[in-house]
């Protein structure tokens, strides 16, 4: 344990977590907050005039932790860890996580509130007390999500290694989205991959009501004008939509790979390796399908780990799958990428694969962009 961690209880943190939830990120120098500044400083203990990026740093470590799901979602709303919300008024970032949870904003100040910060505060103290976030004279070993990124070679291949949630993925012509054989995508507050990005293309207003959702209807589109507006179709299909506003993040089209079989009656779903290997060679044909049609012809394409959410199939199953389709694919001038949330998924590709990984310092990835490296 880390000297004087002792003094990082959770009732104390828990206080400062609050002041945070209140006044927003973008207030964070003007709190008083001496624990989460320890916390947050570098391994030798000193508190730079930076530490409000360290803070907000921790705290982004501190919500990485807590295993996605609603829990996690519902923190990052919150505290205005999720994407353009650090500015929003608290009371715009309580109504947004009470959805998360599907209950009233009083219900959820209440109750599930209290909970979720005390989760992050807990998830402080951890970290404040086993010094995992520093080591002497090494860089932190869990950035915050938009600093991550690897590049991973396979023989002759490489590949982009994105560490962070899927919507943060920029510049990136194409996503790959996994769904369901009904190309039925999940509400917005759910805490996945299809529903990320529906989320984050979404349109809102300027308090941050949804007025369209351009993800969800294109996709509803492509089923009328394909005859499967009410079946499902093959695993293994791949619809296109656009990007919503992600256009303004670079993004292009957005590739929903029908990978999920529902099961009928239950919440659960089957998924093989042979459909996730099926979706991604047919998301490959198809982006070369639409290359030339686009101005300027598609060049990368992202890829999470399909089937290894809801679908169950094991995470290292999903990657070998993938890498079947991936490492056949005869476009050398194509830009892949591989996008998972958590480092522990990132060392995970790199064992299956059998890579040495190299991470990007946020000033190689300038480098690389400005060469025409696109990377999210």
């Not at 570098?42 to 409000?52: C, E, L, Y």
Request: with cysteine.
């Amino acid at each position: 344990m880390s000297p004087g961690a002792a003094e990082f209880e959770v009732a104390s943190v828990l206080r400062e977590v609050k002041m945070v939830r209140v006044e927003g990120l973008v207030r964070i120098r003007d709190l008083d907050l001496p624990l989460l500044r320890r916390a947050a400083a570098p391994h030798s203990g000193s508190v730079t005039d930076a530490w409000p990026v360290e803070v907000e740093n921790l705290l982004r470590t501190a919500v990485t932790r807590l295993g996605g799901g609603s829990l996690q979602t519902a923190a990052e709303f919150t505290l205005g860890l999720a994407p353009g919300m650090r500015d929003r008024p608290a009371a715009d970032r309580r109504k947004l996580a009470a959805r998360v949870y599907n209950v009233s904003v009083e219900r959820f100040r209440k109750s599930q509130e209290e909970m979720v910060l005390a989760q992050v505060a807990e998830q402080v103290c951890w970290l404040a007390g086993t010094g995992a976030r520093r080591t002497p004279g090494s860089q932190p070993t869990l950035l915050a999500p938009h600093l991550q990124h690897r590049t991973l070679r396979v023989g002759p291949i490489g590949v982009t290694l994105h560490v962070h949630p899927v919507e943060l993925v920029r510049n990136v012509d194409v996503i790959v989205s996994p769904t369901n054989t009904h190309l039925a995508l999940p509400e917005m507050f759910k805490a996945s991959v299809p529903a990320a990005l529906r989320r984050a293309g979404a349109v809102r207003d300027a308090r941050g009501d949804v007025t369209a959702d351009p993800v969800h209807e294109e996709l509803a589109r492509w089923r009328r004008e394909n005859g499967v507006a009410g079946r499902p179709v093959l695993p293994g299909t791949v619809a296109p939509t656009g990007p919503g506003t992600l256009a303004a993040r670079g993004v292009r089209r957005i590739y929903h790979a029908a990978v999920t079989v529902p099961r009928p009656g239950t919440n659960d779903y089957d998924v093989t390796p042979q459909d996730v290997a099926g979706a991604a060679t047919r998301a490959l044909a198809l982006m070369d399908e639409e290359r030339e049609a686009l101005a300027p012809p598609l060049r990368s394409i992202c890829f999470p780990l399909l089937g290894a959410g809801r679908g169950g199939l094991p995470p290292g199953t999903s990657v070998s799958a993938l890498w079947s389709a991936l490492s056949a694919d005869s476009a050398r001038d194509r830009e892949l990428h591989l996008v998972v949330r958590r480092p522990l998924l990132a060392e995970l590709i790199a064992d299956v694969l059998g890579v040495t990984q190299h991470r990007l310092a946020p000033g190689e990835l300038e480098d690389s962009e400005e060469k025409g490296h696109r990377c999210g």
